[in-house]
């Protein structure tokens, strides 16, 4: 059999606050060590828990990492979701499931390799936790993986003890459900005929870092030499006045190491941009996040800064609209209501992503 190396696309459908996110977040950075050119994307619904959720991983050597319309791997751990998401596969793809899942034949695709996992026979020897059995079982999917993709163990198992950190009983617990899932697959399937591998290419990602959208407009603002954040949170710009929060901890610092960035958490959007108003009239390199709702309550006072041409950068991390809209999916729709943003004939300037 001919493998594919280092060219899939990895799907894991699952629930919304099943705590997967940590282990697809392992399978994503474990491919980037091993310097092969990957993305993430999580698809989740604006609720706490128990809607339907999906993750997508594309690596591909070549650099190629946007998304794709169908997967090659699927793991379906959704019951509620399972029939619909067997679709999201090309044919020949292969589907990973709970056995506990009553997948009839009549529900299957005839194109389609079914594999089911005994997560609660292999869970129930790990803890007696039923909260933990929850959380593990997406480990062991984990394990299963990287011994079919021939994934770096060394380099998965550090990712782990990275993720988790000092707590010593959550990383051995980890570890061992990543085992667990990995023996099982040694000992069940045949690993040599699973078609799609994982190969380290040497320095393959050499002088590149794994980040996301916000994390990397916060290190923006840090490099920009911003020195002044006012915003107030909204889906889905909050983790970037976090992460700019965080950043600021480490880099803005003087030498005697006292904070030199001012960030304030204000009670609504009209008072945050008014706050970047005031510093940027003050001389300080100011900036605010926010979404589409909250860009519309900035209006009046992007217009007051556009004709006393006081300096501000308002950073809008787009969602779906109208109104509320969808808080957890993004589109790049906002330009020409940016673009006037006010009353009045304001032109602001527009800096927007492009390929």
Not at 74 to 98: E, H, R, T, W
Not at 123 to 148: F, H, Q, R
Not at 190 to 197: I, L, Q, R, V
Not at 242 to 264: C, L, M, P, T
């Amino acid at each position: 059999m001919t493998n594919t190396i280092n060219n899939f696309v990895l799907q894991v459908a699952t629930i919304n606050g099943s705590g997967s996110q940590s282990a697809n977040n392992a399978l994503v950075k474990t491919l980037f060590r091993m310097g092969i050119p990957v993305t993430g994307k999580n698809m989740f619904p604006s609720n706490i828990a128990g809607l339907p959720t999906w993750f997508n991983i594309r690596a591909q050597s070549e650099g190629f990492t946007a998304r794709k319309e169908k997967c090659d791997i699927l793991v379906a751990m959704n019951p509620i979701s399972i029939v619909a998401d067997q679709k999201s596969l090309v044919s020949g793809g292969y589907c990973f499931f709970n056995e506990e899942i009553n997948l009839t034949d009549n529900q299957k695709r005839q194109d389609v390799q079914y594999i089911p996992i005994p997560f609660k026979s292999i869970v129930e020897k790990l803890t007696d936790s039923g909260k933990l059995k929850k959380l593990l079982v997406n480990m062991i999917y984990v394990g299963v993986l990287s011994e079919l993709l021939h994934l770096d163990q060394l380099q998965l198992n550090q990712v782990i003890r990275d993720l988790f950190g000092n707590k010593e009983k959550v990383v051995d617990l980890n570890l061992e459900a990543l085992k667990a899932g990995l023996t099982w697959a040694r000992e069940n399937l045949k690993t040599e005929d699973f078609p799609f591998k994982a190969q380290v290419i040497p320095e393959g990602n050499k002088g590149k870092i794994l980040i996301d959208g916000n994390s990397a407009a916060a290190l923006g603002w840090v490099f920009g030499g911003c020195t002044m954040a006012a915003w107030y949170p909204i889906t889905p710009s909050s983790s970037l006045v976090e992460s700019f929060q965080k950043f600021s901890q480490k880099y803005r610092r003087d030498e005697e190491g006292n904070s030199r960035a001012a960030i304030v958490q204000a009670e609504d959007e009209l008072s945050s941009i008014c706050m970047v108003l005031g510093a940027g009239w003050a001389g300080a390199r100011s900036a605010t996040a926010t979404s589409g709702p909250g860009l519309s309550l900035m209006s009046e006072a992007a217009g007051f800064a556009y004709f006393a041409e006081i300096p501000a950068v308002i950073w809008n991390v787009q969602r779906g609209g109208p109104s509320t809209g969808l808080p957890t999916r993004t589109q790049q729709a906002d330009l020409q209501a940016a673009y006037r943003l006010s009353h009045g004939d304001t032109q602001h300037v527009l800096l927007l992503p492009a390929n």
